[in-house]
């Protein structure tokens, strides 16, 4: 079964905009954690935001959050007031059954000017 | 800059050929993990360390071999390189590796990747 699933390959947004990345997820564990990754077009991976499972509030990191909802399993991230170097490659991660950490196939955004 | 080097940057050799990557983690960090990402494709997690021992064991060839030395530097080898092996490999560190039920010290923290090419 797909642990992490991300079900947008490609999004299009137009730059000052609010996008959001859809995440879900599938665990009957109580404590896990769950990230997001940008990996622009030069490769690196980078770590954005951690909602963790416990916490009841929805994390924010600067123009990231994540809507949790826990009773639908779904993790989304949101950029707001979108910018050119947004465009990149998003992957949703989280960490349950033993520890096991699953990666979704990522969502490709570009932002358009 | 996540703090986790990888050496080196890009790395291109002949099929048949054996290479060596190196990752050393954040400082403070216990865990490595590596990682094989393909052209366009998502990351095929490969191995797990966690202070010096062997953590968890994902889609790794029998070709390819990991350790973790006591100073928490890790090397990928590689070895009998196909074509197919032509990929980006990162190696990404944590805290406490996936032994926190999800706490915030699991996250991952991703070197700047290795780009091996094999002709």
């Known amino acids: 079964a797909q642990k992490i699933t991300q079900t947008q390959p490609g999004m299009f947004v137009q730059e000052k905009e609010a996008v959001t990345l859809d995440c879900t997820y599938d665990?009957?564990?109580?404590?896990?954690?769950l990230f997001w990754y940008k990996q622009p077009s030069s490769g690196e991976m980078i770590f954005l935001i951690y909602?963790?499972?416990?916490?009841?509030q929805n994390a924010t990191e600067g123009r990231y959050s994540l809507n949790f909802q826990k009773a639908r399993k779904s993790a989304n991230l949101v950029i707001s007031a979108s910018q050119l170097g947004d465009s990149a490659m998003y992957f949703c991660?989280?960490?349950?059954?033993?520890?096991?950490?699953?990666f979704g196939s990522g969502t490709k955004l570009n932002v358009k000017p | 800059d996540s703090g986790v080097t990888q050496t080196p940057k890009h790395l291109i050799t002949a099929t048949g050929q054996r290479v060596t990557l190196r990752c050393s983690p954040r400082?403070?960090?216990?865990?490595v993990y590596w990682y094989q990402q393909s052209l366009d494709q998502g990351l095929q997690f490969l191995i797990q360390?966690?202070?010096?021992?062997?953590?968890a064991k994902g889609n790794i060839l029998e070709r390819f071999s990991a350790q973790q030395f006591p100073d928490l530097h890790s090397e990928l080898n590689l070895s009998s390189l196909e074509l197919g092996d032509s990929a980006l490999y990162f190696c990404?560190?944590?805290?406490?590796?996936?032994?926190?039920?999800?706490?915030?010290?699991?996250?991952?923290?991703f070197g700047p990747g290795t780009r091996l090419t094999v002709l």
């Open positions: 990404a560190s944590s805290v406490s590796g996936g032994t926190s039920g999800g706490h915030r010290t699991d996250t991952q923290y």
């Open positions: 665990t009957s564990d109580q404590s896990y954690g």
């Open positions: 991660a989280s960490i349950y059954n033993f520890n096991k950490f699953y």
């Open positions: 360390y966690y202070n010096g021992e062997e953590r």
């Open positions: 909602q963790g499972s416990y916490d009841e």
């Open positions: 400082s403070g960090d216990l865990s």
